[in-house]
């Protein structure tokens, strides 16, 4: 019996072990402190940051440069917010943050860039790295310095070793993944010529969809960053010459003219789309969508109708990114957002799947040449192997 007990323990600290492995590993941070000089900080005048487990054996110049995620800012009051989190300034910055998914360092868990030098870039401008305002207001000390943090994080990876990069991958989540759609093809100009080059955006394709009391809420929301944070001038000019800049924010109107090979991976029902876009709090006074943006079960037979509406839209607003085969898409009916950076749904036994291929499998093959890879999921619920988010109130009272 004690036997049998010291078996099932041993077994649960094998587990236990292997799941810590799984979550990855803890990598330390990289102040970037020259670029305080060039004007390149984040909101509150820090220095930008990233995080670099190195590569090794045969991925030691390959390069995965990942930007991390984390909404925006839209004024003066919403941006001097931030300057009080990890958000704003680096000064609240954890010093370790544990990479996974496709930044994890094990062949088991990221088989197909393990081995890369592996970056995670801190985000810390609220624009996706855009803004570029000379000007500081001394009453805030607000620095619209987006842009300038994007190019010198990529000058200080190429002076480390990535001006010898023999692959490459910009890739991103949430506003990251926004930030690796409209930096791809500048990114591509910035490597070496003869290096293989890609982009991966994960929850970064926002539509500009009516909330559900018929406002353009995200419409005027992104016109206002681009506007607060002097962006036009960095956004593509392929759409800012034919649109108002703030529309160039929304991939459908500038997706089809990057050149760079680029995958999307996405939910149909991307769940921060669904509480900010499609009923965010002020389209939403009464509260009846709380229950159901916690948790999709919970949604009643009229907002299911309306998820699917919205799902229609996405789909459509994805279609303008064109059909070419560079493009890879993985579209999930899945209730989440950004599905790459965590384990369980970046690769593991129970990972969503779509026509019996893993994200980490899609994106690999696609990368390599493989395989292209663009699929799009079947309507919600059809998909069992997906892993939909369940939002805790407590964690999120603003839904």
């Known amino acids: 019996m004690a036997g049998t007990r010291l078996i099932q323990w041993l077994n649960l600290l094998v587990f236990a072990l292997v799941m810590l492995k799984t979550e990855g590993v803890n990598v330390g941070i990289t102040f970037i402190q020259n670029a305080v000089a060039k004007g390149a900080v984040c909101l509150d005048g820090s220095p930008p940051a990233y995080h670099w487990d190195k590569g090794v054996g045969a991925g030691i110049n390959n390069w995965l440069v990942h930007f991390e995620g984390g909404g925006w800012c839209n004024n003066v009051t919403t941006c001097l917010s931030r300057t009080k989190t990890r958000l704003g300034s680096s000064k609240h910055m954890d010093k370790e943050v544990a990479f996974s998914g496709i930044l994890s360092r094990f062949q088991k868990f990221n088989p197909d860039f393990y081995n890369w030098n592996r970056i995670k870039v801190r985000y810390c401008d609220g624009a996706s790295f855009t803004g570029d305002v000379d000007a500081v207001n001394p009453a805030t000390n607000l620095h619209f310095r987006g842009a300038r943090v994007w190019r010198a994080v990529i000058e200080d990876l190429l002076s480390k070793g990535m001006k010898d990069a023999k692959n490459a991958i910009l890739s991103g989540c949430s506003a990251g993944g926004l930030t690796s759609i409209l930096h791809c093809d500048n990114f591509r100009s910035l490597i070496p010529v003869g290096a293989k080059v890609k982009c991966l955006a994960d929850a970064g394709y926002f539509i500009n969809a009516n909330d559900v009391s018929g406002a353009q809420h995200i419409q005027e929301f992104y016109s206002q960053v681009v506007a607060t944070h002097g962006s036009a001038k960095n956004l593509p000019s ?77 789909l459509s607003a994805l279609s303008k990114a064109g059909t070419s085969l560079s493009k890879g898409l993985f579209i999930d009916s899945c209730y989440a957002h950004c599905q790459t950076e965590t384990q369980e749904t970046w690769l593991r036994d129970d990972s969503p799947v779509l026509g019996k291929t893993t994200i980490s499998k899609a994106v690999g093959d696609w990368y390599y040449d493989r395989s292209p890879f663009q699929k799009i999921d079947c309507p919600y619920p059809c998909n069992p192997t997906c892993h939909n988010r369940i939002f805790d109130p407590k964690e999120h009272p603003e839904l």
């Open 238 to 314: 392929s759409c800012t010459s034919k649109i108002r800049p703030g529309l160039c924010f929304f991939p459908q109107n500038m997706a089809q003219q990057i050149q760079t090979p680029i995958f999307f991976v996405n939910a149909a029902y991307d769940s921060w789309q669904v509480k900010n876009i499609l009923a965010p709090g002020v389209a939403d006074p009464h509260g009846t969508w709380h229950e159901c943006k916690l948790n999709v079960k919970n949604c009643s037979p009229n907002q299911l109708k309306t998820i699917q509406d919205f799902r229609v839209q996405f």
